[in-house]
């Protein structure tokens, strides 16, 4: 069958970032069968070739090692070399795969509850895009005969088993910061690392330490805890501040599961949001060109501190692709990230005399290392590093296990394409609470910008059945009070 059929028969999708599904869909069938037709598609434009060698790693939730070792017997029936990197960070794994020229996979639901699993697909030169997408759903499989049972198992269990870890991935993450970044540039700072169930927490501890941050583990969990960025749970937020009234720390870093999207926490354990973190992370590299979806704060383009900034849809495919364009345009350095706190460098960043090689994905660790850079350069505490950026604040949560179609039909009752008819619609909705209506955005979901300057940003999930809102205002009170309202809007969508 083509993989696009097994994706409508498995309920296993290509979501923003890469497969995902429920871990019990995701059988050793499927995860095999989408690793045949990445591979295949490969051979089919040319960058893969008979021996080749194909990188896995995976994040720690329990269905991760299953998926992996399905994965590698994929490859081996390929004819590939599977070289199993083990639990590290997805960034670290993409940017083993680019400096080998191979191509690789990681097995992670990033942020999603660990009933849920994904694949990530990565070609020599980076993540995959859309077109690459459309292409691997082209691809035929055929189920191999006596290899899998009626419900998708592997019938010899012994038979598919993944090699034995090889470290180089990792070793090779973490010299990338030590070698760029200055020896003991962060010496006196005390970090807490929130642990909890990331993958990205041993590679915290040995770039923040080999820095000179005095490192203290916190939260470190046994059992897979969906830690999402962009709609921080208030578990989080209340063990953050915590932690911060309990002890001196100078900053918190955490990331979600696969270890490509930050947290940073400041001194008094707020975390910052994903698109202020952008913004100073940015800044501090001195970058000419930055790129972000249109969910992102739009204190970026009020601060005028970069010559260009192009908006894109939500999702890092769309991010490289406009790190492209802008790179095409001869801009240079050109860096992208997301509402979610995920950084992406479109171009090396030089410093003296160390260089900083590309690497178009999302990595949680450049952030919180540049940011405690900016701070110790500057002299500020976290908590001061975005005073003199536009008070422009933003907020966004989610609503769970509301389903796509629901949604989606709900936000087209808004964007008829009549302005007026659509105007009225909304401010049926939202009016009495936000005001008039002055412009709408549909480049990705429903983004309306109210008289006031205020805006919510209303877009169905692209990797769960979930509903999220993003609102942005003057003050983070207005922005997360906006939020509780968007949030009671749409719940009454569920009726």
């Known amino acids: 069958m083509h993989i696009g059929d097994l994706m409508a028969e498995s309920g296993v999708k290509f979501g923003t970032s890469g497969a995902r599904g429920l871990a019990s869909e995701m059988t050793d069938w499927v995860s095999y069968a989408y690793t045949v037709g990445f591979l295949r598609y490969l051979q089919e434009v040319g960058v893969l070739v008979p021996g080749q060698a194909v990188g896995i790693a995976g994040d720690l939730r329990p269905s991760t090692p299953r998926i992996m070792a399905a994965c590698a017997q994929a490859a081996l029936d390929q004819g590939c070399r599977p070289i199993n990197c083990g639990p590290i960070p997805s960034p670290a794994l993409a940017a083993y795969g680019i400096a080998l020229g191979i191509p690789s996979l990681m097995v992670t639901g990033s942020h999603i509850p660990d009933d849920r699993n994904g694949i990530k697909f990565n070609l020599p030169t980076g993540e995959i895009l859309k077109q690459d997408e459309e292409g691997i759903r082209e691809q035929e499989v055929k189920r191999p ?98 932690w911060a009234t309990a002890d001196r720390f100078d900053a918190l870093v955490s990331a979600d599961g696969d270890g490509d999207r930050p947290l940073v926490g400041d001194e008094q354990g707020v975390w910052l949001r994903g698109d202020i973190a952008g913004v100073l992370c940015a800044r501090q590299l001195g970058v000419a060109g930055v790129v972000t979806p249109v969910s992102s704060n739009t204190a970026v383009e009020k601060c005028g501190c970069f010559q260009s900034v192009l908006r894109t849809r939500i999702g890092s495919p769309f ?177």
């Open 145 to 242: 005969s006596g290899v899998f049972d009626a419900a998708g198992a592997f019938i010899d269990t012994d038979a598919a088993r993944l090699p034995s870890r090889d470290d180089s991935a990792y070793r090779d993450y973490i010299a990338r910061y030590l070698d760029f970044f200055p020896p003991g540039c962060l010496a006196g700072l005390r970090v807490g690392i929130y642990e909890h169930s990331s993958v990205a927490r041993e590679a915290y501890a040995d770039v923040l330490g080999g820095l000179g941050v005095e490192i203290v583990r916190l939260g470190r969990s046994a059992q897979f805890i969906p830690v999402d960025t962009e709609a921080i749970r208030s578990e989080d937020i209340d063990l953050a501040r915590q």
């Open 319 to 495: 991010v490289i692709e406009g790190m492209q364009t802008l790179i095409d345009r001869g801009l240079s350095p050109v860096v992208g990230y997301e509402a979610n706190g995920g950084f992406l460098l479109g171009s090396p960043i030089e410093a003296d005399d160390r260089r900083l090689a590309a690497l178009p994905t999302r990595d949680a660790v450049l952030v919180a290392v540049t940011i405690l850079l900016a701070s110790v350069e500057q002299g500020k505490p976290l908590s001061a590093l975005a005073s003199d950026l536009p008070h422009r604040f933003t907020y966004s949560d989610r609503l769970k296990d509301f389903p796509t179609h629901i949604s989606q039909a709900r936000i087209a009752t808004l964007v008829s394409g009549d302005f007026p008819q659509d105007k009225a619609a909304i401010e049926s909705l939202f009016g009495a609470s936000f005001g008039p209506v002055i412009s709408t955005d549909t480049t990705d979901g429903l983004r309306i910008t109210f008289a006031s300057g205020e805006i919510a940003h209303l877009r169905p999930s692209g990797n769960a059945p979930e509903l999220r809102a993003y609102t942005e205002a003057d003050t983070s009170e207005r922005a997360r009070d906006m939020n509780a309202i968007c949030m009671e809007i749409l719940a009454s969508w569920r009726r």
